[in-house]
């Protein structure tokens, strides 16, 4: 179990992990009823038990906090990926449970993607952080295995899933693998941006509505 692996780690490593993922969680329940900028740094830290100066140990913004959560949900991902594709044998079917998934999620927390979509308009210089396998073994305690999947992007899931579809079979040879992860892409967060604000409830449906037509006619 991720709890015993998390015991057997040195004092130091274990106290490192747990206040960096405590912060982290400490965000997400601020994201809850806030906007980023409403969110202080006094309270993230407070919420964590460590002073406001000890947080830049950590995290240099609350901008890299956001994008350490970037990389925590593309562990997720990674995971529901590797689920879908044992159980159905299918490529496309593991990209659509990976949007599936998110849109669910994102449904419960709209304020979190909408943070998300700022940060990339805005071109942050944030740089992804070395997350280490107890920081991971901490923020999803129950996935066994964690350790051994990567934190990249959505930019790096989806695609080598569509040329493995490619490969298989599931999509023709001649498809525009960058231009299909593109209209993807602007589906998951153009969606977001015209329903979250007022009917999150409806993104889930309306975004696999999408996907799954997308796929029926690039397969066509």
């Known amino acids: 179990m991720n ?11 274990r106290k490192y992990a747990v206040t960096k993922t405590d912060l982290l969680k400490a965000l997400l329940e601020e994201l ?25 140990n950590y995290f240099s913004s609350k901008q890299d906090m956001l994008y350490y959560f970037i990389q925590m949900w593309a562990t997720e991902m990674n995971v529901i990926a590797k689920q879908a594709l044992k159980e159905s044998n299918s490529y496309i079917e593991a990209i659509s449970a990976i949007f599936a998934s998110s849109a669910i999620e994102i449904a419960e927390h709209p304020q979190i993607m909408l943070e998300i ?9 944030v740089k992804a ?6 920081e991971k073994w901490l923020f999803f305690t129950e996935i066994e295995g964690i350790e051994e999947f990567a934190d990249g992007g959505i930019e790096t899931i989806v695609p080598p899933l ?8 599931e999509l023709p040879e001649d498809i525009d693998i960058q231009r ?4 993807l892409s ?16 409806v993104y889930p449906t309306l975004l696999n509505q999408q996907i799954e037509a997308l796929f029926k006619g690039v397969k066509c």
Do not use: M, W, Y
């Open 3 to 13: 709890r015993d692996k998390i015991e057997a780690l040195s004092q130091r490593e």
């Open 32 to 56: 809850e009823t806030k906007t980023l900028s409403q969110v202080r740094i006094r309270d993230l830290a407070k919420k964590a038990k460590i002073s406001e100066p000890t947080f830049f």
């Open 117 to 125: 979509i700022a940060f990339h308009t805005q071109k942050s210089n």
């Open 129 to 134: 952080h070395t997350v280490s396998d107890a």
């Open 162 to 169: 569509l040329v493995k579809a490619v490969e298989s079979g």
């Open 180 to 183: 299909l992860f593109l209209t």
């Open 186 to 201: 602007s589906l998951f967060f153009g969606s977001a941006l015209l329903l979250l604000n007022e009917s999150p409830e």
